[in-house]
């Protein structure tokens, strides 16, 4: 009797180059924008948390001084991991002008990333997807993905391979794509060789420190969250500091002033991936037509968005902010006023405020008649 044999499945053992760079033509394959192989340490990082978390620059993240040795040592997080595939997807849907902020006050501005599909399911999606092509190539292996959904110093694996380099605004920048993408990454148990890092090309510039609206990016390098718009109109759930509304502008979910000034963003390259493409109309939605969701509609709105994570409340209270940064218009007053009521004492404060903002803006243009 003839034993049947298995195809042979080509497991490229021998050539681990070889291995690597068919790894990374799949990832292109699949919408990623790069693809470098990280060794499992980010040792040397540790100490900049340490000293950022010394600082209280956290804010109340108190998750971020959690788990310190496994952010440090990837095969605490992952036992049997040999190599990290880190890989990045662009997120732009159109190319913003060079170095300049926009200035629309009456338009609820909401993060370039926000504004489509929650990118760490896009990101989960494509990283299992990777993870089979390789399983079908090479054979059984250890993977497991992340899309900042775990404790580790993704910047800084994929700084170290040669990504890009991390920019005085602390975000990561690659010298032909700019700093408008989000990073994953694959755990993998595979021997594949690691990528080298880059040099950095921030040189004299300081334009995202001069740009900040809050003067959150103390120094070069070091972000204090506390003053952070992307922070404050997103993790952060209480009254903000009223020394703080009035920079925040009418900047309801993130911020991407930093960004939109940095000159390597001229080279920012759009998304192919269409799940990024804005939903709802949240690229020019106005701060009045925000503020007339209730929160069926924002349920509905934000069904498999980012938006999601701010809550209802907490995104009212932003556009609360925004409305009292508008010009004067009867229009804002009026609806702050209707809504008052339907909301809690968080937003409620937030309301009498840019009633307040409304009421200085009407006696201002009244007295200048």
Sequence with gaps: MTAVTSPVIPTYSDDPWALKAWIKAEALALGFADCVIAKPDAQDELARLQEYLARGYHADMDFLGQNLEKRANPTLLVPNT???????????????????????????????????????????????????RIHA?????????????????????????????????????????????????????????????????????????????????????MLDARKCIAYLTIEYKGIIPEDLRRPIGNRVFGCDDCQLICPWNSFAKVTPIEDFQPRHGLDRLSLLELWQWDEATFLACTEGSPLRRTGYQSFMRNIAIGLGNAPFNPEIMAALK??????????????DWALNEQHLKQTTSCTSL
Aim: net charge positive.
């Design 137 to 221: 190539r090479v054979g059984p292996f250890e993977s497991r993905p992340f899309a900042d959904s775990a404790p580790i110093f993704e910047k800084s694996l994929a700084e170290n391979a040669g990504m890009g380099w991390t920019g005085k605004h602390t975000l990561l920048i690659h010298k032909k794509s700019g700093s408008f993408f989000v990073l994953g990454e694959l755990f993998t148990s595979l021997d594949l060789p690691f990528d080298a890092p880059t040099t950095k090309h921030c040189g004299s510039c300081h334009a995202c420190l001069d740009i900040c609206p809050t003067q959150a990016i103390v120094e070069p390098y």
């Design 338 to 351: 209707a809504k008052r009521d339907q909301h809690d004492e968080v937003v409620q404060v937030h309301i």
């Design 82 to 132: 040999k190599s990290i595939i880190c890989v990045r997807m662009d997120y732009l849907v159109e190319t913003p002008q060079p170095r300049h902020v926009p200035d629309a006050p009456n338009h609820g501005v909401i993060a370039r990333y926000a504004r489509g599909r929650d990118y760490h399911k896009v990101m989960r999606g494509r990283l299992k997807t990777l993870s089979q």
